[in-house]
Nanobody, 120 residues
Framework: QVQLVESGGGLVQPGGSLRLSCAAS????????MAWYRQAPGKQRDLVAR???????NYADSVKGRFTISRDDAKNTAYLQMNSLKPEDTAVYYC??????????????WGQGTLVTVSS
């Protein structure tokens, strides 16, 4: 069983910074990619950032230059450093880990979501 636990969300002022964490637990051998998505009320869930096991990153145009995704494979953890936050960044942020390889299978896993509110 693979579980993802997200943390780091909260209320921040425009221009501020926040760092999200997503830790996977279980008997994990490897994780191909880690990603962050976000979903605002009434909107679809969109990819924010992604990083592969080889270190290749992708970012949505709306966050490029402001957000940085990273991973710590020793801790099976993904991070999203968010700087210069804008009100339009307000959303529930979801962690996804892609092709999580365990002893018995390979699966994708989603975190529970953490709310980021950017407001003065």
């Amino acid at each position: 069983q693979v579980q993802l636990v997200e943390s780091g969300g909260g209320l921040v002022q425009p221009g501020g910074s926040l760092r999200l964490s997503c830790a996977a637990s279980g008997s994990i051998f490897a994780i191909y990619a880690m990603a962050w998505y976000r979903q605002a009320p009434g909107k679809q869930r969109d990819l924010v950032a992604r990083i592969t096991s080889g270190g290749t990153t992708n970012y949505a145009d709306s966050v490029k230059g402001r957000f940085t995704i990273s991973r710590d494979d020793a801790k099976n953890t993904a991070y999203l450093q968010m700087n210069s936050l804008k009100p339009e960044d307000t959303a529930v942020y979801y962690c996804k880990m892609i092709r999580v390889m365990t002893r018995d299978n390979t699966l994708d896993a989603w975190g529970q979501g953490t709310l980021v509110t950017v407001s003065s």
